[in-house]
């Protein structure tokens, strides 16, 4: 079998999976720039709203750092994977992209 992943033929948002025969390429995992294999633990670098932590890249909690990242009155922040949204507070619903009492 030849290492046809050697030549590196795969794009940069993807590894290499060497094959009998053949090779295929598999995408990075969503929280990689680059990666070098399956999984959080193979990214080159983290992407934005991600933190490398015990060798992994793991998502940054923005609703839980010190800086309120929803400033608007009546409104909580949601954390999603390597992102965050913010929503109005229960009993508020979005008017013009202000938080008005129902």
Not at 1 to 17: F, M, R, V
Not at 94 to 99: E, F, L, P, V
């Given at each position: 079998?030849?290492?046809?992943?050697?030549?590196?033929?795969?794009?940069?948002?993807?590894?290499?999976?060497n094959t009998d025969g053949s090779f295929s390429c598999k995408a990075c995992d969503t929280s990689c720039v680059g990666c070098t294999g399956e999984g959080s633990d193979k990214?080159?670098?983290?992407?934005?709203?991600?933190?490398?932590?015990?060798?992994?890249?793991?998502?940054?909690d923005e609703c839980n750092i010190p800086e309120k990242v929803c400033t608007k009155e009546h409104q909580d922040c949601v954390n999603t994977s390597g992102s965050y949204k913010c929503v109005c507070s229960a009993g508020f619903e979005?008017?013009?992209?202000?938080?008005v009492q129902t």
């Open positions: 079998d030849l290492d046809e992943c050697a030549a590196s033929p795969c794009k940069d948002h993807q590894y290499c999976l990214c080159k670098t983290c992407a934005s709203g991600y933190v490398k932590e015990d060798e992994r890249c793991t998502d940054v979005d008017k013009d992209g202000t938080c």
